[in-house]
């Protein structure tokens, strides 16, 4: 049996509705918690400090965390009424692969830190709900290992723009090898951001070697280092911090990137409209708005506004994709009747992963998909087209 044939068969695998009514019934407490506060809460519990600091964790003062969620909250839903909306449909088509639900798993690094079953936890949750999920290019597993906990379910591969284009080659290949559906490039991430409570505490979870597992595993990068990794890891940290970025790239280096992937290439990370014009330009397949969850720029712009002004700009005949800030189905509502194709998802189902590991994971997408789902019924939605910008009105 496959992936999905699980996912579709599993009697406590339904998303919808019926999630709600499953938790009333069973009269307990569910694990990991639904409110987002309340999940964040049991994650902190649940955590040593310096992992818990570095997964929720901001740049400077937070206050771009702070304005994603004012950002999406400005934006409020108009429900209509007698839509006869008992029957809903919240599949999308992405490149050519139609997904149960706008909803990807974001990529995020280092999962390790937050359950010692890391990156395979998500990614047996992410499959068995249909989910995609992105791999990091910060991943504690090699991705041929994550790859092969989801059978066929979709994946995508996140890359970090490096100053080796051996290493990117390599990389890129693997990811195809390993059955991944685009290649999103994060250009936001050139330098790390300031980021006030891991300096505090001094801790930066890739010193521990727990985030460089794609590259301890990939031959390029290991024939770049003197000796193997294993009997020196830092001076292989040391050649990942050297190389797994380049600031020196610009707009005219992206149409060859974009050439020598197979896959469809988004980029993210994109918050300004005429940077988005220049993505379509140079030959992207997709864009994600993103302000890195917030953990980038302090003092950046709300994601939800940036995604505004970019589909004002160029359209959506390319799938825009968005995240930075979503923590309910209401949200995802909010970010599809602004234009998105889809969203992604990054705190929240790592909390979920340190709370209850692989279950956990799971409940935080049945939940966010069982509220997107009734924030559908309840405005008046059947479909995913009908969430468009006449569903929503803005507040100052
Ligand atoms: C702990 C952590 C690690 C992350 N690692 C990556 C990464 O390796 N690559 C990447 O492109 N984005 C990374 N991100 C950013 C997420 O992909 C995503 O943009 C962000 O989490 C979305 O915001 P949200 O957490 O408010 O949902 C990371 C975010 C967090 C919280
Ligand atoms: C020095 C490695 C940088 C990767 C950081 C992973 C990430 O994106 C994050 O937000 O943290």
């Known amino acids: 049996m496959t992936a999905s044939d699980a996912a579709a068969t599993a009697p406590d695998a339904a998303i919808g509705p019926v999630r709600q009514s499953e938790i009333y019934l069973a009269g307990r407490l569910p694990e990991p918690p639904v409110d987002p506060d309340a999940l964040r809460a049991a994650a902190e519990a649940a955590l040593p400090e310096a992992a818990f600091a570095y997964i929720d964790g ?58 010692a079953d890391g990156d395979l936890a998500t990614a047996r949750a992410a499959a068995t709900e249909q989910v995609p999920m992105i791999f990091s290019n910060q991943a504690s597993v090699p991705m041929e290992e994550t790859a092969e906990a989801m059978g066929d379910a979709p ?30 490039v994060t250009l936001d991430t050139p330098l790390l951001g300031w980021r006030n409570r891991d300096l505090d505490l001094a801790s930066l979870p890739f010193l521990h070697a727990k985030g460089i597992a794609q590259y301890l595993s990939d031959p390029v990068f290991r024939a770049m280092l003197s ?41 993210k990370g994109i918050l300004d ?72 998802i990054g705190r929240p189902y790592i909390y979920g992963l340190a709370v209850a590991g692989e279950a956990g994971v799971r409940a935080v997408i049945r939940n ?22 006449s569903r929503i009105i803005r507040r100052e």
């Open 155 to 184: 994946r995508w591969f996140q890359l970090y723009w490096s100053r080796s284009d051996d290493l990117i080659a390599s990389l890129i290949a693997r990811a195809e090898d390993a059955g991944c559906d685009a290649i999103v």
């Open 227 to 267: 000796d193997p990794p294993e009997d020196d890891p830092m001076a292989a940290i040391a050649r990942f911090l050297a190389i797994y970025t380049n600031p020196a790239i610009g707009w005219a280096d992206l149409p060859a990137l974009c050439a020598r992937c197979r896959l469809p290439v988004l980029v």
């Open 368 to 389: 966010l998909l069982a509220e997107f789902d009734l924030t559908m019924a309840l405005a008046g939605c059947r479909t995913i087209a009908e969430i468009d910008r």
């Open 273 to 344: 409209p005429a940077d988005a014009e220049r993505a379509i330009d140079a030959g992207v397949d997709g864009i994600i708005v993103s302000n890195h969850g917030g953990r980038q720029v302090d003092g950046a712009v709300g994601a939800a506004d940036a995604l505004e002004r970019i589909v004002a700009a160029v359209g959506t005949n390319v799938p825009i994709l968005f995240d930075s800030g979503i923590r309910s189905g209401a949200d995802m509502f909010r970010a599809l009747a602004l234009g998105a194709r889809a969203v992604l």
């Open 58 to 115: 901001g740049a400077g003062t937070g206050s771009t965390m702070a304005e994603n969620r004012h950002a999406l909250d400005r934006w409020r839903i108009v429900p209509r009424m007698l839509a006869s909306a008992e029957q809903r449909h919240s599949g999308v088509d992405l490149f050519g692969r139609a997904l149960r639900s706008p909803l990807l798993l974001a990529p995020i690094g280092v999962q390790e830190l937050a359950h």
